[in-house]
């Protein structure tokens, strides 16, 4: 058997609605499902899938609040790729997002080249926005 791809990333949530919202609303995501998983070892728990091109975000609502990571964890961040990062920064902007630090970065020696810049999602994950060279 062969790894085929990313099947999707999963971030847990303290609230699987504000996270729909965030991703769908601000971010331009596609929920593309939503139900209660009764899950084996974490009971019955609130999940949600976004999407947007290839990129599939699972949100997991767990019901111990206690296992959402308050810093960064293993999973430093995600990145996803956008095709016009100062347009996509001033739509944000406009909707109040707030970026740490508030400026992109360009950074010629990672990859072919990329320029980036950072935001948090409702249950802080670390969101990178990255438009390559």
């Not at 999963?10 to 139900?35: A, H, M, N, P, R």
């Not at 899938?49 to 019901?63: H, K, N, R, S």
């Not at 990571?69 to 956008?82: E, R, Y």
């Not at 997002?97 to 992109?104: E, G, K, L, S």
């Amino acid at each position: 058997m062969m790894i085929q791809g990313l099947c999707h990333i999963g971030v847990y949530t303290k609230d699987l609605k504000c996270s729909i919202d965030y991703y769908t609303q601000i971010l331009g995501f596609e929920l593309k499902w939503q139900g209660i998983v009764d899950h084996p070892t974490m009971g019955m728990i609130p999940v949600a899938v976004t999407g947007l091109g290839d990129c599939t975000i699972e949100l997991v609502q767990p019901a111990d609040e206690g296992a959402i990571n308050q810093n960064a964890g293993p999973v430093q961040h995600i990145a996803l790729k956008v095709d016009n990062i100062n347009e996509f920064v001033a739509l944000l902007k406009a909707k109040n997002i707030q970026f740490y630090p508030d400026v992109i970065e360009d950074l010629p020696s990672f990859w072919d080249g990329i320029r980036h810049i950072f935001i948090y999602g409702p249950s802080n994950e670390r969101i990178e926005l990255v438009e390559e060279y």
